[in-house]
């Protein structure tokens, strides 16, 4: 079965508190797990709550990477959702696995926009037409 894409759900469990409380910190570990991916970031918006917690996403041209963090139960849950097969969701959740210190983790990897059996392009391409007149 062929995809459009590949959904990464990780719990993060056991990570250093200070880190996931840290929204620079957080914001600078999701956007270079992006490109140690080779994805291709669009946008990057973090929220801060008091007193505590950072949830934010990575738009990437390639679908999103996104996080949640509870610092005072040392949990992150991430999402890393790449389309078409160039870009590895697996590096990106390794290096985040190592960037929060998670020492207990666990990924649920889930295939999205299974239409069939064929492979599908990522981006689909419209013909060029030639005008009438040339």
């Known amino acids: 079965m062929h995809a459009l894409g590949t959904h990464l759900l990780l719990e993060l469990r056991d990570c250093n ?27 990057v918006a973090f929220h801060e709550f008091s007193p505590f917690g950072i949830s934010g996403m990575v738009v990437i041209a390639e679908s ?3 996080i949640h963090t509870w610092p005072e139960y040392g949990y992150a849950a991430v999402d890393v959702f790449t389309c078409g097969d160039l870009i590895k969701p697996q590096t ?32 689909v391409t419209v013909p060029v037409q030639t005008p009438a007149y040339a």
């Open 92 to 123: 990106a959740a390794k290096f985040l696995i190592e960037k929060f210190e998670s020492k207990n983790h666990s990924i649920v990897e889930m295939k999205r926009g299974v239409l069939g059996h064929e492979k599908l392009p990522h981006k």
């Open 17 to 43: 508190p200070k880190t996931l409380s840290n929204l620079e910190y957080v914001t600078e570990a999701m956007k270079n797990a992006a490109l140690e991916a080779k994805a291709t970031i669009v946008e």
């Open 64 to 66: 999103h990477l996104a």
